[in-house]
């Protein structure tokens, strides 16, 4: 899936992302000071479409609000979905983060479509 966030030029950034539904919500994670974060606290206002895993889209474009997910409970819901999604290369991919500290500075956010 891509999300496209804007910044406040108006302009739209792009980003391909692994996601997960949760009761009806969409729920991705990144880094906590990328710059989708940095364009969700100012707006909600977001985009998403199919793609490829390289964010070539594949079909049509929805607007959506996108917030930050701050609850642990919540975070931990989406992370056992997005774990069951991906399987082994969500693991590693934790792993990695757990080995190098970023873990502990991701974010999560939940998209209402």
């Known amino acids: 899936m891509v999300l496209a966030t804007f910044r406040r030029s108006g302009a739209e950034v792009r980003t391909p992302v692994w996601f997960a539904a949760v009761d009806g919500r969409i729920y991705v994670f990144t880094a906590g000071e990328s710059g989708k974060v940095k364009r969700l606290r100012h707006s909600s ?9 390289r964010g070539k889209v594949r079909g049509v474009w929805w607007d959506v609000a996108a917030r930050i997910v701050t609850a642990p409970g919540l975070i931990e ?9 991906y399987r082994w290369r969500m693991r590693l991919g934790d792993l990695v983060s757990r080995l190098t500290g970023r873990i502990q500075h991701r974010t999560w956010i939940e998209i209402e479509i």
């Open 45 to 53: 206002r977001a985009r998403i479409a199919p793609s490829d895993m």
């Open 77 to 85: 819901r989406a992370h056992t979905a997005l774990r069951a999604k």
